[in-house]
């Protein structure tokens, strides 16, 4: 399950950086309650959200879909 | 760009294992015209499709944003 795995690298990518789910929303243009739904694989991120997110935690995409 | 890399990908993995768009959108459960237009990078796929290409593809989701 893509969105399991990208869920919990979110939430693990995010924490270790010390980010808010605000903060890192804000850093994305995105919002909050979006991403709060990404972490509980509410949705289904897209390309470009995924790049969004990958670039202010500063990790190649590819890797926010990796186990 | 995630979706250039994504697009990239797609159309070479297809092509690799002798598919034709309207062959891999069957197998995947998706639209052919929805298959050409994400290899012209005009949509942004979401996980669950990314997943969906993957598995019908034979690879791991995230080998689809890899470089």
Do not use: C, H, W
Request: no cysteine.
């Amino acid at each position: 399950m893509l969105r399991r795995t990208f869920a919990t690298n979110l939430r693990r990518l995010r924490s270790e950086r010390g980010l808010s789910q605000e903060a890192l929303a804000d850093a994305a243009g995105l919002d909050r309650t979006y991403i709060s739904a990404l972490e509980r694989e509410v949705y289904s991120a897209s390309l470009d959200t995924i790049e969004k997110l990958a670039d202010v935690l500063g990790i190649p995409g590819f890797e926010m879909l990796r186990d």
